[in-house]
């Protein structure tokens, strides 16, 4: 008899499009914590918080409330048209939550890609220069101006374009694969100093509106700049009078232990675009910026009918209560103290995994061949989650090669929950490192 995931998947291949990727054959029913359910009964952890959404676990029971309530009041009647208090009320918290000690104001978009599109349109408008740095490795989104900032092409610019024109793209610092072939500490960020080479031959400064860019890139594989990198690119954008643009939709809500990741390079961005985790669930993003430039576009130049839903709103409300009072910021820095010091254990025993990188529980594996020649191994990663999957662990790789395994489980992850899912992992690793090398014994047996 076949099960019911099967009858759902057959379906889903007759009546949905297969651009839209499915990572596995689970379908959910239920979900709570760092737990989900699938239509056949079987219990999955989840170490992928639906793509970094999840921080505050699936069906946090204030979020739930608070969706709840607001729902018995009222659900849409669109800002524009009549606007209410939930919209204003988490722009104020937001402006007092981002960096920085000056006047800040906040717009809500329904996701992160339109929160970075918002962001350069204010850019663009408030500096009237045409130009946009993005980088090596960079995730934006989806939409058409997006997709120009993206770097990878497939799956995700394939076939898509024409794109958005004056979008420049420059190397970022990825030390484990340095585009100039430099080791860090010695190389003291030469990346960043490289944008003034960049200037010369690729666009002006003066035609230059922002530098957009994620303190820890997501999709592009976690990876994680030096101390040194982003003072001296906020150094370089403060020179030539270019807004700095951080992209927090991944990283943020408490996803390295602080509200945003940026603070973590002690910096102050111009703008900082915020989604994913934002409202626990809920579609949300938001573009917080210096009130200046966010006031600077002319009455009905931004906004969107479904934008800053009063649902959304109200379950974000409850995310940052969740993060700040109820001490999930503080659980997020043990939470990544631990993974760090497990994932450095797993590194010293198993060779594929060629670097552990990331912040707080923001961190990442990423997999090679062969540790001398740094090959990706992108068929292992691959692999990897799927014998995490057969035995009931979600995770997921990213990265330029498909070869970084990332982990976003929610934050309010048990510790039974956590062990369980790592042993899963080490287990999965010792049986693709023995698929690999038959001959040789894993380092973790007999463990």
């Not at 104001?105 to 130009?131: C, L, Q, V, W």
């Not at 498909?402 to 934050?411: H, K, Q």
């Amino acid at each position: 008899m076949s099960s019911r995931n099967a009858q759902l998947l057959e379906q889903r291949n007759q009546h949905v499009p297969q651009g839209l990727v499915n990572i596995t054959t689970a379908f959910i029913t239920k979900a709570s914590g760092a737990i989900m359910v699938d239509a056949d009964g079987r219990e999955l952890i989840d170490f992928a918080g639906g793509i970094g959404v999840n921080n505050v676990g699936h069906c946090h029971p204030k979020v739930v409330a608070a969706i709840k309530d607001q729902a018995e009041k009222f659900i849409h009647t669109c800002f524009h048209v009549a606007p209410y208090e939930e919209y204003v009320e988490l722009a104020v918290r937001l402006n007092e939550l981002a960096p920085g000690d000056f006047a800040k104001m906040t717009m809500f978009t329904n996701s992160g890609a339109e929160a970075d599109e918002n962001a350069i349109k204010i850019a663009r408008y408030a500096t009237k220069r045409p130009a946009i740095i993005a980088f090596d490795n960079s995730f934006h989104g989806r939409t058409n101006l997006t997709m120009a900032l993206t770097s990878k092409v497939k799956p995700y610019k394939l076939g898509f374009g024409p794109f958005a024109p004056e979008i420049y793209r420059a190397p970022y610092a990825y030390c484990y694969r340095c585009p100039f072939g430099l080791k860090h500490p010695e190389c003291k960020a030469a990346c960043a100093d490289y944008l003034e080479e960049f200037f010369i031959s690729h666009v002006a400064a003066e035609q230059t509106a922002a530098i957009i860019a994620e303190p820890i890139q997501g999709e592009g594989g976690f990876v994680t700049p030096p101390p040194e990198y982003f003072p001296k690119l906020k150094a370089i954008c403060e020179k030539y009078g270019i807004l700095l643009v951080i992209d927090e939709v991944q990283s943020g809500m408490g996803r390295t232990g602080k509200i945003f990741a940026i603070d973590h390079w002690g910096i102050t961005p111009d703008i900082v675009t915020s989604a994913k985790s934002l409202a626990g669930g809920m579609p949300l993003g938001a573009v917080t910026g210096r009130a200046e430039l966010m006031n600077l576009p002319h009455i009905g130049g931004l906004g969107g009918t479904y934008s800053g839903n009063p649902l959304s709103c109200r379950a974000a409300l409850a995310v940052l209560e969740i993060l700040i009072e109820d001490g999930l910021l503080k659980q997020a820095e043990l939470l990544g103290d631990r993974l760090q010091q497990r994932f450095v254990a797993l590194q010293e025993k198993h060779e594929i995994i060629g670097e552990v990188r990331g912040k707080g529980p923001m961190l990442a594996l990423e997999l090679v061949r062969d540790r001398e020649t740094r090959e990706p191994a992108g068929d292992e990663a691959k692999k990897l989650t799927k014998l995490c999957f057969d035995k009931g662990l979600v995770i997921l790789s990213c990265g330029s090669h498909g070869n970084v395994i990332r982990f976003l489980m929610p934050l309010v992850i048990s510790e039974e929950q956590l062990e369980r899912g790592l042993a899963i992992l080490e287990e999965s690793l010792c049986e693709l490192e023995a698929e690999r090398s038959p001959a040789k014994s894993c380092a973790c047996a007999g463990r």
